[in-house]
């Protein structure tokens, strides 16, 4: 594979992912770790992603500054956010996990909305943060750089003692199977204790993360009740997660 379609392939993963780690690109193009180490700082010095210790990120989902001409899919995305949008109800207590689409959420919420909203994301409390009728929790702890959000025990602790409507979270891995999984245990650990906070907890997720898998599992597919893909509800693609006690949008 020449060096331009591998550099490819590594912008296409973390475009789709967010965060990807340097072994997991390394066995996907069956290539060394130096090999792709070079091609992920080459591709950082050209300002195409962000290189962290062990992996990449991608600008937008680095970046709170990075506005939505750097965000992957946005369009999905956007109608992903609309659809959520329609479950919000005037005084209602909701949390916005972190990642691009959940982002897109914070910035669609009408500013006539009266929310009470919870986040672990700084990116997601500055944008909400400009909407006039919503009340901003940010839930602290320790902040991962990479993400930009809280993780952590205290994090943890936090959420164990509130209570929300609507549990908006994104996903790293969906698989109508394996449910929900991550590479990131600490990230696990968090959107765990999101979902117990959670009266409904509902999935943002574009079509390309449908049918893949990581090795730490969030939870099964059946904890979440509602599943929100960029997709008609009646797409052939969504046949799988048909199969489950799963409302999709």
């Known amino acids: 594979m020449l060096k331009e379609e591998r550099q490819q392939t590594i912008l296409n993963e973390v475009e789709l992912h967010n965060r990807v780690l340097l072994t997991d690109i390394a066995e996907i193009l069956d290539v060394s770790i130096d ?17 962290v210790h062990g992996g990449a990120v991608s600008l937008g989902f680095a970046n709170p500054t990075v506005r939505n001409n750097n965000v992957y899919a946005l369009s999905e995305k956007t109608t992903i956010a609309e659809k959520a949008i329609t479950l919000l109800k005037d005084g209602g207590v909701i949390f916005i996990d972190g990642g691009t689409t959940c982002l897109e959420l914070a910035r669609l919420i009408p500013e ?54 609507y549990g908006f979270i994104g996903t790293g891995y969906v698989d109508s199977l394996y449910g929900l999984t991550e590479f990131d245990w600490d990230i696990v650990q968090v959107k765990k204790a999101v979902i117990k906070a959670s009266k ?50």
């Open 35 to 51: 090999t792709i180490r070079r091609d992920v700082k080459e591709l950082d010095s050209k300002n195409k992603l962000r290189k």
């Open 200 to 249: 409904k907890t509902i999935l943002l997720s574009i079509s390309e993360k449908l049918n893949s898998q990581h090795r730490y599992k969030t939870c099964d597919i059946n904890e979440i009740n509602t599943l929100i893909t960029e997709l008609d509800p009646r797409n052939n693609l969504l046949n799988l997660f048909r199969n489950h006690d799963i409302h999709i949008l």
């Open 112 to 165: 006539h909305l009266n929310l009470t909203c919870f986040t672990l994301s700084i990116p997601v409390a500055l944008e909400l943060l400009s909407k006039p009728q919503v009340d901003v929790i940010l839930i602290g702890g320790h902040i991962s750089k990479d993400s930009l959000i809280s993780i952590g025990a205290n994090t943890i602790h936090n959420l164990s003692e509130i209570r929300v409507d």
